[in-house]
């Protein structure tokens, strides 16, 4: 049974960084493409970011140039890099694999 569990948000000031991590157990890590999803209150969920297992990434508009997701196959994890942070970023930010979500973190950018 794979699970993915992400760790890392908080309250965090605009202008900020933050760095979220997604641990996965029960899966064959390094096949899937893997990616961070958010969503704020009263919005649907959005793909933030994703990565292939062979490395390409691919990121929403809204955060090109500001987030940068990476993996590391060995040790079944991701993580997104969160600079520059906007109060729009606000939002539970959740790890996907393969139709499996993870039980999301908390981001909060405000002064």
């Known amino acids: 049974q794979v699970q993915l569990g992400e760790s890392g948000g908080g309250l965090v000031q605009p202008g900020g960084s933050v760095r979220l991590s997604c641990a996965a157990s029960?899966?064959?890590?390094?096949?899937?493409?893997m990616g961070w999803y958010r969503q704020a209150p009263g919005k649907a969920r959005e793909l933030v970011a994703t990565?292939?297992?062979?490395?390409?990434?691919n990121y929403a508009d809204s955060v090109k140039g500001r987030f940068t997701i990476s993996r590391d196959n060995a040790k079944n994890t991701m993580s997104l890099q969160m600079n520059s942070l906007k109060p729009e970023d606000t939002a539970v930010y959740y790890c996907?694999?393969?139709?499996?979500w993870g039980q999301g973190t908390q981001v909060t950018v405000s002064s």
């Open positions: 996907y694999e393969d139709g499996v």
């Open positions: 029960g899966t064959i890590f390094s096949i899937y493409t």
């Open positions: 990565m292939t297992s062979g490395g390409s990434r």
